[in-house]
């Protein structure tokens, strides 16, 4: 089975622009988390999505969004990009989305923004 | 709310080294535990997991053991080996319905030949 697959790999934005991230999850997997990953704050819950529904959300401004589509695929969003904004983001997926479930990551996005 | 603590980094040891990596956790209900390992340049990895009290997870020699009495799931290793290399995360998972995961802040770990 394929594992989970982000695009792009790599990408830079300026401040100001927006962005969006795409994760296609493993095949037959529901559920899709965000993850942010920075140095300074370490791995950061995004946000959740189960059957095109957001379930869950961290602590990030409304800048940051995300949505789910019925082929479980999913992008996030970040518009009014911020010096701050400079992350690898992770995405995972899971068959379900229960507490004993395994979520298996991604790759990864980097973005950097000038 | 819940955290997780884990034991600060970076670790180095020498090949066949016994390896211990300390994790305590916060939680208000009963979480799954769980021990990712990221690789230079590669996304996480499970390396083994417990979803509840007395349960030892294990996978590749390392394990970790759900104590529920000292809320800790500490990683260890017998023998750790140049390849073990990498980052290792401890993470909870407790929110019934749903799994968004509280990772520590990681632990980097170095073998040397």
């Known amino acids: 089975k394929a594992g989970v697959t982000q695009t792009p790999r790599y990408l830079i934005k300026t401040r100001g622009q927006q962005v969006t991230l795409s994760c296609s999850p493993i095949?037959?997997?529901?559920?899709v988390s965000w993850y942010q990953q920075t140095p300074g704050q370490g791995l950061q819950f995004l946000f959740e999505?189960?059957?095109?529904?957001?379930?869950n959300k961290g602590n990030f401004p409304g800048r940051f969004s995300g949505r789910q589509f019925s082929n479980s695929r999913s992008e996030m969003n970040v518009s009014t990009l911020e010096l701050g904004d400079s992350a690898l983001y992770l995405c995972?997926?899971?068959?379900?989305?229960?507490?004993?479930?395994?979520?298996?990551f991604g790759p990864g996005t980097r973005l950097t923004v000038l | 709310g819940d955290s997780v603590t884990q034991m600060e980094g970076p670790v180095t040891l020498s090949e066949e080294a016994f390896l211990t990596i300390n994790c305590t956790y916060t939680?208000?209900?009963?979480?799954?535990l769980f021990w990712y390992v990221q690789y230079p340049g590669e996304g996480l990895q499970l390396l083994l997991k417990?979803?509840?009290?007395?349960d030892k997870g294990s996978n590749k020699g390392f394990e970790a053991t759900y104590r529920k009495e000292t809320t800790s799931f500490h990683l260890e290793k017998g023998s750790v080996q140049v390849s073990d290399s990498a980052v290792y995360f401890c993470?909870?998972?407790?929110?019934?319905?749903?799994?968004?995961?509280?990772f520590g802040t990681g632990t980097r770990l170095t073998v040397i030949p």
């Open positions: 995972a997926s899971s068959l379900e989305a229960s507490s004993t479930d395994t979520q298996y």
């Open positions: 095949s037959g997997h529901r559920s």
């Open positions: 999505y189960f059957s095109e529904t957001q379930r």
């Open positions: 939680a208000t209900g009963y979480p799954s």
């Open positions: 417990a979803t509840k009290a007395d």
């Open positions: 993470a909870l998972s407790e929110v019934a319905g749903a799994n968004n995961l509280f």
